[in-house]
């Protein structure tokens, strides 16, 4: 149901599609980053085993409310993520 709601416009697929690609991708780097699957953070405490973890899951708060802000900008601003392969294109 989801990809259906969220399949590429028929007019403009290959600005759409690479703009739900966009979201989709910085969606996942702050699933990385954020409980219950923070694949980041478990991987940083079998490196430093002697860092609580409570002490690495406030060290990642900042980054998450970054990457919510940013994915936020490009959905309400898709131009913003859009430029650079826009201007690639030309």
Not at 18 to 24: D, F, I, R, T
Request: charged content about 10%; overall charge neutral; some cysteine.
């Amino acid at each position: 149901m989801i990809m259906v709601r969220f399949s590429p416009d028929p007019v403009q697929p290959e600005v759409r599609s690479l703009w739900v690609g966009l979201v989709v991708c910085i969606s996942l780097q702050i699933s990385f980053l954020s409980p219950p699957f923070a694949y980041s953070i478990f991987y940083l405490k079998g490196i430093a085993p002697d860092i609580p973890l409570n002490d690495i899951y406030r060290g990642v708060i900042p980054f998450v409310l970054l990457q919510v802000l940013i994915t936020l900008l490009c959905i309400i601003f898709p131009d913003l993520c859009l430029w650079l392969p826009r201007a690639l294109s030309h």
